[in-house]
């Protein structure tokens, strides 16, 4: 069965700084890969989405990410984080049926 | 402005009650999805339609129902069977649920509290 893992439950980091959030998968074929922010107590809403193509992915916001086939892995980055990117983000998997399976979730927190 | 509603943004309810978590879209998708988080889980499917009349399990759905008699309303009801039913809800929609690249839109949410 398809699984996402996002090893990191907490990140903080300045603002100003780099971001890289990890999320690995588990999928038998080719992965349909996408990441979601949460604001606190909200819906989310879609960054990008990887299918097939080019594997360094463009996203809102100023996010992108990389899809490594050999290392299953698809982590976001943006260059420089702002305090309003503080939020829970999710990576997840289109699997069976086409359902989505998602991480558990990294919360980001930004210093000032 | 189209999008997704979900009514009421908390719910409170006593144990043993059956209640039931609203979702209106008005953004003409076929199908309509509920999920349910909990802290340090991500979100997990409850219940899953993609078409009118039409509604399939997710991999959490015991202890849940829901209907689909229109398409832009997908109801949830959390019976009493619920052992745990304190949680996040949230409802999505997409164009089409049989193209897996399609982005599912999701509602605000809502958060029910059993006392």
């Known amino acids: 069965a398809q699984s996402v893992t996002q090893p990191d439950i907490h990140i903080t980091v300045s603002e100003g700084a780099s971001l890289e959030l990890r999320c690995n998968y588990s999928y038998g074929a080719t992965p349909y890969l996408f990441w979601y922010v949460q604001s606190p107590g909200q819906g989310l809403q879609l960054l990008l989405k990887?299918?097939?193509?080019?594997?360094l992915v463009q996203g809102i916001k100023g996010f992108e990410a990389e899809f490594k086939r050999s290392q299953s892995s698809f982590n976001l980055r943006k260059p420089s984080v702002h305090w309003s990117d503080a939020a829970e983000y999710f990576c997840?998997?289109?699997?069976?049926?086409?359902?989505?399976?998602f991480g558990a979730g990294t919360i980001l927190r930004v210093k000032s | 402005d189209g999008g997704i509603t979900q009514s009421p943004k908390y719910l409170f309810r006593k144990e043993g009650q059956n209640v039931t978590l609203s979702c209106e879209q008005n953004l003409n998708h076929d199908a309509m999805y509920w999920y349910r988080q909990d802290p340090g889980q991500g979100l997990r499917l409850i219940y899953y339609s993609q078409i009118v009349n039409d509604f399939q399990k997710g991999d959490i759905a015991e202890g849940y129902s829901v209907s689909r008699e229109k398409k832009e309303s997908f109801p949830l009801t959390v019976t009493s069977a619920q052992k745990n039913p304190t949680a996040f809800y949230l409802c999505a929609s997409s164009i089409d649920g049989r193209e897996v690249f399609n982005e599912q839109f999701f509602g605000p949410g809502t958060r029910l509290t059993v006392l």
């Open positions: 997840a998997v289109a699997g069976w049926g086409n359902k989505l399976v």
């Open positions: 990887y299918f097939s193509g080019d594997t």
